[in-house]
């Protein structure tokens, strides 16, 4: 016990993540740069193993800890990867586009490598404060976060699709982007990453809800971080009636998905740092 | 897409997925719908407007970005508040504007009530037309019909390659196959073969709608006849709590601590009394509140007391000679004499952050903060009441009773702690709960439930088969446009979609 304690509580395990998920950030763009399958093949595996180590680092997280490995910002941070991964991961089986890769690793490297930037004392295991010491703290937050790397998935496809559009339009197939989706693909993905996300979002939300109904008083306490959920869940109301019908396809709605994740960001970070309130329990 | 249709019309198709429901339409005859005797809302513009699409897109962008504003400008404070931050022009316009209270504001309820009527409006348009999608879609289609469908694909087959039982039963295992439910129907030479799945999917957005209408009730109820106070309350007090009629008694109060010295949880020992008997009893802390009858106690905080002490330290000297006379503690609200001199002090009232209020010539606590401590001591003079002036902790050079010969310095004290309770009462909550998890469901099914139809029209003409086949899928496109060109691929190969099936499904080759 005393083992997975150390381990739990020490680095090497996160550290281990961080390099394995550069290692497959940078295969995939040698993948994309050389249209090599097997360069493809490695990058997968790679990242396959970071996310076996990601697993690790959080079940050893919360076994050492004694609470949901998913309490500070740090934590966060690493849930977050580990979800995003699993998404593409899933999303790379079901629609073979392994290229996406290289845009969904960029974005959870931008994640780890922010959590590592952290001040040393903000990564460090901590005790709960009294309000987070709830099993809702595991459900609540672990759904709010299965939502972001829904988005954020969404978001990269997003960029993936403006990138190739614009390659298209000045007729050439981009000789990087040319392993990716037709940009119609690409447009349907960037969608249904959304229709993933929106219910976990609602889900995450109203758990949230029931939470602070237990904790605070009140299921809704109009506190910046709800607010801003709220927020980015119009957003996304707004996006989905939007494609509902035929209305907003391609570019557009390329960008909508894009704005949604800003949304996100704020609602994750700027709330945390700009906005005091109930959940200022990053600082 | 059926032509000739208003965008109105393929609006609702697209949502409803009651593609036959225009099918007979000729185009121009617009009016058709509204031909109906009596007074009807449906159909009408006034309700195509409120039940659009781009009405509820409008209200969701402009609800997103005048909630921003409420997340950066505080909200509720007193009006001088914001000329003081944001100064007298801009914080004159944000107290007009009411953005001091923008999720209470006239405009922005009444947004949301629009929002309200845009989902309910949606919901009556166009529920009776989903209900017709689901359970009675058109099946006997025509060719051109399934011409305009997004997808479609005519297939001529030789007649002796069709297994036994004919195409019409070889194309209903292939729907089958892929859990589609099929209807037959035969129409003089034609046979119509339609299979449908994923119908459940259409309740979802309706089941949506109407929930946020239920959570959005659930919320009205609550803010009028609920409601939300925080009081402080000490240890062995007993408060009466007019809004449930019984007393509450504190019979505890303690914090745990982690090793490390930080705060764990903290708790309250709560009896809750009715007519002098316990009825209740609980431990409470945080996340784990009291309820009874519909009222909640919430552990929110705790404290040192801001209006009462245990006791005070109080130093005396001699005006006059400047000597240290000796200091005394004073018990709470209790007369004890000061050695070596005539007089006697009682500490009659404390304040943690004192402040005076002209109007009401009263002294009050600002805070329940330390801010300023002082103490107002009543002085006695062999057994006569001199005064009773205020002292302060930060303040010792204050001292307002000049006809004493004796300087007093309030140099200490202890409060003690208050366990500070919120008292909630929501009669929405279990709507909105209820609300919730509709929304979640609706959500849930609309999101990963995708319904599809496909038409088969069949006819048989000089030992050949021809087959018409026309689908629509809703929301997931390319998902549907992959499984159409799979169903087409398996039509179009009989015997080898034959002997798949017969892999695929024990009891053919069992059968054989």
């Given at each position: ?283 | ?157 030789p007649k002796d390659s069709m297994p036994e039982g004919g195409a019409a039963a070889f194309i209903k295992t292939v729907l089958s196959r892929r859990r589609y439910r099929v209807q037959t129907v035969s129409d003089g030479n034609d046979t119509v073969v339609f299979g449908q799945k994923g119908v ?7 089941t949506a709608h109407l929930s946020v209408i239920v959570i959005l009730g659930g919320g009205l109820l609550g803010s009028l006849l609920g409601f939300r106070l925080f009081g402080t309350f000490y240890v062995h007090s007993t408060t009466f709590v007019p809004q449930g009629n019984f007393s509450l ?59 009462r002490l245990k006791n005070a330290k109080v130093l005396v000297v001699n005006r006059e000679k400047k000597q240290f006379l000796g200091q005394v503690m004073l018990p709470w609200n209790t007369l004890a004499p000061v050695p070596k001199t005539d007089l006697s002090l009682k500490v009659i009232r ?163």
């Amino acid at each position: 016990m005393s083992v997975i304690n150390t381990i739990g509580s020490s680095f090497l395990l996160y550290n281990t993540v961080v390099a394995l998920y550069l290692v497959a950030g940078i295969l995939y763009f040698l993948f994309l740069i050389s249209h090599k399958k097997e360069m493809g093949q490695m990058a997968s595996t790679v990242t396959f193993s970071g996310w076996v180590v990601n697993t690790a680092a959080l079940v050893g997280r919360g076994l050492a800890d004694h609470h949901a490995p998913w309490s500070n910002l740090y934590e966060t941070l690493f849930l977050f990867s580990w979800a995003s991964i699993l998404g593409y991961m899933i999303m790379e089986m079901k629609y073979k586009v392994r290229v996406a890769g290289a845009f969904v690793m960029t974005l959870v490297l931008f994640a780890v490598g922010a959590a590592k930037l952290l001040p040393y004392r903000y990564q460090m295991v901590e005790p709960l404060n009294p309000a987070l010491n709830s099993y809702w703290l595991k459900i609540h937050v672990f759904t709010m976060f299965m939502s972001y790397a829904a988005f954020g998935i969404s978001a990269s496809l997003a960029v993936i699709y403006l990138l190739k559009k614009r390659s298209e339009s000045r007729g050439t197939t981009g000789w990087i982007l040319k392993e990716f989706p037709n940009t119609d693909s690409l447009d349907d993905m960037t969608y249904k990453a959304v229709m993933v996300g929106f219910p976990l979002l609602t889900l995450g939300v109203i758990f949230g809800a029931m939470w602070a109904y237990e904790a605070w008083g009140g299921y809704w306490s109009w506190d910046p971080k709800e607010t801003w959920s709220l927020i980015t869940w119009f957003v996304y109301a707004a996006y989905l009636h939007a494609r509902m019908t035929r209305g907003l396809r391609g570019a557009p709605s390329a960008w909508f998905s894009i704005g949604g994740f800003v949304s996100v960001v704020f609602l994750y970070w700027g709330v945390s740092f700009i906005i005091p309130g109930l959940h200022a329990y990053a600082a | 897409m059926p032509g000739g249709l208003t965008p109105d019309e393929q609006q609702t198709i697209e949502l409803t997925g009651a593609v036959g429901y225009f099918e007979a339409k000729e185009p121009g005859s617009g009016k058709k719908t509204s031909d109906k005797k009596g007074f009807t809302l449906r159909g009408t513009r006034i309700l195509s407007i409120l039940s659009s699409l781009r009405l509820a897109i409008s209200l969701f962008l402009i609800l997103a970005f005048l909630t921003i504003f409420g997340t950066f400008i505080d909200q509720g404070r007193e009006p001088g508040f914001y000329t003081s931050t944001y100064g007298d022009r801009w914080g004159g316009w944000i107290v007009r504007l009411k953005v001091d209270d923008i999720y209470h504001s006239w405009y922005y309820v009444s947004l949301l009530s629009l929002l309200c009527i845009n989902a309910l409006s949606c919901v009556y348009n166009r529920f009776p037309i989903t209900v017709k999608s689901m359970f009675r879609e058109k099946v006997n289609v025509s060719r051109d019909f399934l011409k305009k469908q997004k997808e479609y694909q005519e297939l001529t087959l030789p007649k002796d390659s069709m297994p036994e039982g004919g195409a019409a039963a070889f194309i209903k295992t292939v729907l089958s196959r892929r859990r589609y439910r099929v209807q037959t129907v035969s129409d003089g030479n034609d046979t119509v073969v339609f299979g449908q799945k994923g119908v459940l999917g259409r309740i979802g957005s309706h089941t949506a709608h109407l929930s946020v209408i239920v959570i959005l009730g659930g919320g009205l109820l609550g803010s009028l006849l609920g409601f939300r106070l925080f009081g402080t309350f000490y240890v062995h007090s007993t408060t009466f709590v007019p809004q449930g009629n019984f007393s509450l008694r504190v019979n505890k109060f303690w914090i745990d601590h982690y090793p490390n010295g930080m705060v764990k949880s903290y708790f309250s020992d709560l009896d809750v009394l009715k007519e002098g008997k316990v009825v209740r009893h609980k431990v409470i802390s945080v996340n784990h509140p009291l309820e009874y009858d519909g009222l909640r106690f919430y552990q929110a905080s705790f404290g040192d007391a801001f209006d009462r002490l245990k006791n005070a330290k109080v130093l005396v000297v001699n005006r006059e000679k400047k000597q240290f006379l000796g200091q005394v503690m004073l018990p709470w609200n209790t007369l004890a004499p000061v050695p070596k001199t005539d007089l006697s002090l009682k500490v009659i009232r404390y304040v943690s952050d004192f402040a005076f209020d002209p109007k009401t010539k009263s002294v009050y606590s600002k805070s329940e903060k330390s801010g300023n401590p002082a103490i107002q001591v009543a002085i006695y003079q062999n057994g006569k009441e001199l005064g009773t002036p205020w002292y302060f902790y930060n303040f010792p050079q204050i001292q307002v009773m000049k006809s004493i010969p004796y300087f007093i310095v309030f140099a200490g004290y202890k409060a003690p702690m208050y366990t500070g309770l919120e008292v909630a009462k929501d009669p929405g909550v279990k709507v909105v709960w209820a609300g919730s998890f509709l929304l979640v469901g609706g959500l849930f099914l609309s999101s990963y439930v995708y319904h599809r139809k496909i038409w088969v029209r069949i006819r048989e003409q000089s030992g050949a088969v021809h087959l018409a086949v026309g689908g629509f899928g809703h929301k997931d496109r390319l998902g549907f446009e992959k499984e159409f060109h799979q169903v087409v691929r398996d039509l179009g190969v009989p015997r080898k979609a034959d002997s798949l099936n017969a892999e695929g499904s024990a009891t053919a080759v069992v059968a054989g």
